[in-house]
């Protein structure tokens, strides 16, 4: 990618000048290329000079006039300058930019995938909250952060494979079949009460009452153990079911459905204990099993098995990423949890330290709460249960795509304020509204070029010389970039910040430039250039998990 050659470019400049005496010889700081916020500066830039100042013992304008010298920048660039304080600037040629509306119109839909991956193997295990209850509008956050992301990766180059982790057993699951079978009874008229702890949202009766009508009383006739171990199980599907279907309303899916339950019935967990056992990070004490994580560098030891036999979920998880690592061999798995989970991070990267593998290759990302408002009232409950407003709800109302694009908008950790009014409005404050009707109204500028029987194909983007023509194709060309950054950092908030600024750089154009004139040759430049820029867009949308609408 050209950020990459410009870096090297400057590498080798200064590097030369070393070697001739120029400049001091000296180590030089990692090399970093940007995009100046001020257009007059030129497309890229770098601070160089600047950080290389103290070591050499020079200016760094004198420094940025010797990289200058030494320099031989790559074919792309017309121009190099340089401004106080001792930055340098790089400009793109106007031809080239020109010609890379060609480029977009051949790469098509796969315009902006990158090899960054080169076919390594990743995996993103996100949401996987237990299956006791419906999602909330939290998970649905976690949910859209992890499709993204996979979606970026996969365009980047990278095989990944999407899973979402069923805790199916453990004193949660006992406690969901007990509750659902005291509602049960209680939907049947007897007397009885939930356990402490117990779940008592009103979706325990709901579904109690469904299984009622498939199976009527039947299940009184059972031992308790034996009903509460038969509820448990259709309860779990049920619950499990009803997730899949939210999931498809977000436009979610994952390609694997663990069983935690697995982990002990296929011997994973036997294992992973063996090989913490055998490398001497398992120890007796207390009438507990423990983890000795702080020989790790760990704070503390971490319970593995209490002392009344149970397995922690820390052991689960174990068990679980031994499986990831281990036995499925993925190069790289990216969990993707909570806030909560917060302190669960650093023995996490003990435990893979103990799996004999680089704590590098475990990326945990934590992703904070979403407070939802109606403009300046937040919203605390549900409408229709009175309950906490779920994930179902929220799409009902504003739909899938405003909720992936707000989710999205944020780096996941940071809290989020979700105005469930702004995401419903059709206007320009809408940031939703106001990317999709740029895909729209392109549509509608390439749907009269049809009707008018334009055929652009041969059109000359070599014509595209106008400041709106050139400022909207130095925004087309930056969504490679965009796509390995997110990559690269894991933060999808990218995308949506560059769907607005495409948006609105689009809109400009639109009202400065006709597209469809009497100018034949011009209108077929404009047409290939309104043509990439909705391949542009669409594929960004598309990597955001939204649509791309032909009319709105």
Not at 487 to 507: K, M
């Amino acid at each position: 990618m050209l950020k990459q050659e410009l870096v090297n470019c400057l590498r080798q400049a200064i590097e030369e000048a070393q070697r001739k005496g120029a400049l001091a010889s000296t180590a030089l700081p990692e090399v970093i290329i940007e995009h100046p916020q001020n257009p007059e500066h030129g497309d890229f830039a770098s601070g160089l000079p600047l950080k290389l100042a103290r070591a050499v013992k020079m200016s760094p304008m004198a420094i940025a006039e010797i990289a200058l010298e030494h320099m031989s920048p790559p074919p792309e660039i017309g121009r190099v300058t340089i401004a106080s304080p001792g930055f340098i600037n790089f400009t793109l040629r106007e031809d080239w930019l020109s010609r890379q509306v060609e480029a977009i119109l051949a790469a098509g839909e796969s315009y902006g995938g990158i090899n960054l991956g080169k076919g390594k193997r990743v995996q993103l295990e996100f949401v996987s909250v237990n299956p006791t209850g419906p999602l909330h509008v939290g998970h649905g956050r976690g949910a859209v952060l992890g499709s993204t992301l996979a979606n970026v990766l996969a365009a980047s180059g990278f095989s990944v494979e999407k899973e979402y982790y069923v805790n199916d057993t453990g004193s949660q699951i006992e406690n969901f079949g007990h509750s659902l079978y005291v509602r049960y009874l209680q939907c049947l008229g007897r007397e009885a009460d939930l356990p402490p702890g117990g779940y008592y949202g009103d979706y325990m009766i709901d579904l109690a009452r469904e299984i009622i009508q498939v199976q009527g009383d039947s299940l009184l006739a059972l031992p308790e153990s034996d009903a509460v171990s038969q509820l448990a199980e259709v309860g779990l599907g049920r619950m499990l079911q009803g997730i899949k279907e939210d999931f498809a309303l977000l436009n979610v899916s994952f390609d694997t459905w663990f069983s935690e339950k697995s982990l002990y019935q296929g011997g994973q967990y036997e294992k992973a204990m063996e090989l913490l056992r055998s490398g001497g990070y398992i120890t007796e004490r207390e009438n507990a099993t423990w983890f000795g994580s702080s020989s790790l560098g760990e704070d503390k030891d971490n319970v593995l098995i209490r002392s009344d036999g149970q397995p922690t979920y820390f052991a689960s998880d174990i068990a679980y990423h031994y499986n990831k690592f281990v036995e499925r061999g993925f190069d790289r798995v990216i969990d993707i949890w909570g806030a909560d989970h917060q302190g669960h991070v650093p023995r996490m990267k003990a435990m893979l330290r103990a799996l004999g593998r680089e704590p590098e290759q475990l990326t945990i990302i934590l992703h904070q709460l979403v407070t939802l408002r109606r403009g300046q009232d937040i919203v605390r409950v549900s409408k229709r249960s009175g309950d906490i407003v779920t994930l179902r709800e929220l799409l009902e109302e504003v739909g899938p795509d405003a909720c992936r694009f707000v989710f999205l908008s944020r780096s996941a950790d940071a809290q989020m304020d979700f105005d469930i009014e702004l995401a419903k409005r059709q206007s320009a404050d809408n940031p939703v509204y106001y990317v999709q009707y740029a895909h729209a109204r392109i549509a509608s500028i390439l749907r009269l070029a049809e009707q008018r029987g334009i055929d652009y194909d041969d059109g000359d983007a070599c014509l595209l010389a106008s400041e709106p023509e050139l400022t909207l194709i130095r925004r087309l060309i930056l969504l490679p970039q965009i796509v390995e950054r997110v990559a690269v950092n894991l933060e999808p908030h990218h995308l949506p910040h560059y769907a607005q600024d495409l948006a609105t750089v689009f809109h400009s154009f639109y009202k400065q430039c006709r597209v469809v004139s009497e100018d034949e040759a011009l209108t077929g430049a404009r047409l290939k250039l309104v043509k990439a820029t909705q391949i542009a867009l669409a594929r960004v949308l598309g990597l955001m998990g939204m649509t791309a609408p032909d009319r709105m």
